[in-house]
T-cell receptor
Framework: DQQVKQNSPSLSVQEGRISILNCDYT??????FLWYKKYPAEGPTFLIS?????DKNEDGRFTVFLNKSAKHLSLHIVPSQPGDSAVYFC?????????????FGTGTRLTVIP | DVKVTQSSRYLVKRTGEKVFLECVQD?????MFWYRQDPGLGLRLIYF???????EKGDIPEGYSVSREKKERFSLILESASTNQTSMYLC???????????????FGPGTRLTVT
């Protein structure tokens, strides 16, 4: 059973506009969330994370929002650039259980159109 | 910079062959992981290890085994490769709980395995 879900397999956005990628989770034990970016023929690279004690974390053009009551998080990219075109994975972990595992979503392919 | 390397970028094997995928990390990380990535399924955890000679099953361990004889090296073994094991295999490492940024996993470039 998929505990982390990304319901949009793909998203296209014009350069300069906002990209919003969404992620839902089912396990209430998850307390730490991460976004990874993956280019073809490369491994995923860490982008940004958020702890469940926060509802927002910002790093440059990237902002992650967490809505714990809805078990939903989103990644905002503003402004979007062609180099942002990649597959984005949402991941979650339950640090309070002492586990080191990450549970990944199925990914959203973002295409930024110049 | 953390570096995770995988022994092959592309591999083609025949059904029934024994396949070894090697992963090496240079950051003295305690934790190492093997995933496979398939379209529409995301990254699924096969096995992980939190110490030398220690291993834990992930979500899809069937048909796979692992070996961790040295801290920096984590091997994935397909005892008898089958066509449904055709996939992208990704290795990752992370530092131990309690260290800074402990939940970031650092990934290798992946091995695209085709079993014919």
């Amino acid at each position: 059973d998929q505990q982390v879900k990304q319901n949009s397999p793909s998203l296209s956005v014009q350069e300069g506009r906002i990209s919003i990628l969404n992620c839902d989770y089912t396990n209430s034990m998850f307390d730490y969330f991460l976004w990874y970016k993956k280019y073809p023929a490369e491994g995923p690279t860490f982008l940004i994370s958020i702890s469940s004690i926060k509802d927002k974390n910002e790093d440059g053009r990237f902002t992650v929002f967490l809505n714990k009551s809805a078990k939903h998080l989103s990644l905002h990219i503003v402004p979007s650039q062609p180099g942002d075109s990649a597959v984005y994975f949402c991941a979650a972990s339950a640090r309070q259980t002492g586990a080191n595992n990450l549970f990944f979503g199925t990914g959203t392919r973002l295409t930024v159109i110049p | 910079d953390v570096k995770v390397t995988q022994s092959s970028r592309y591999l083609v094997k025949r059904t029934g062959e024994k396949v070894f995928l090697e992963c090496v990390q240079d950051m003295d990380h305690e934790n190492m992981f093997w995933y496979r990535q398939d379209p529409g399924l995301g990254l699924r955890l096969i096995y992980f290890s939190y110490d030398v000679k220690m291993k834990e099953k992930g979500d899809i361990p069937e048909g796979y085994s692992v070996s961790r004889e040295k801290k920096e090296r984590f091997s994935l073994i397909l005892e008898s490769a089958s066509t449904n094991q055709t996939s992208m295999y990704l290795c990752a490492s992370s530092p131990y709980l309690g260290q800074s940024r402990e939940y970031e996993q650092y990934f290798g470039p992946g091995t695209r395995l085709t079993v014919t």
